[in-house]
């Protein structure tokens, strides 16, 4: 059995398990949130062993080195032995407490309860 040289950028995404589908990983290329060797890159682009890749996410960057060509889907053990992650550590969430109203004031007004769900960061979609 030979094994590939080079796969698609997106196909190895998928198959290693960093995105949930081949169009995730797509739409992630397009957008340019992923980066190969420091350059931005297309999903169709052959990715090599020894490549490194960053990938951006909401308030994080996670960067890979390819260590083994994936082309198809396998576990997640397999997956991982696929690439070495070099991420930094993410920043350490500050908790903050919830908004509270005073005991003893009763029931929130509708204006009371709608800028409680805006400082909690709700919309009235999610709560439908």
Do not use: F
């Not at 407490?97 to 204006?111: C, M």
Request: some cysteine; aromatic content about 4%.
């Amino acid at each position: 059995m030979t094994e590939a040289q080079s796969v698609r950028l997106d196909m190895w995404l998928w198959s290693a398990r960093l995105m949930p589908t081949r169009s995730a990983a797509t739409t992630a290329c397009r957008a340019g949130h992923v980066r190969r060797n420091g350059a931005p890159t297309k999903a169709a682009q052959r990715v090599v062993v020894g490549d490194e890749l960053r990938l951006r996410s909401p308030g994080r960057e996670r960067i890979y080195v390819i260590t083994r060509i994936l082309t198809t889907r396998v576990g997640y053990p397999i997956a991982r032995a696929a690439y070495e992650d070099h991420s930094p550590e993410p920043p350490p969430q500050l908790a903050a407490a919830p908004p509270r109203r005073e005991p003893g004031t009763g029931r929130p007004t509708k204006r009371e309860r709608r800028a409680l769900d805006r400082l909690r960061g709700r919309d009235e979609d999610q709560r439908r």
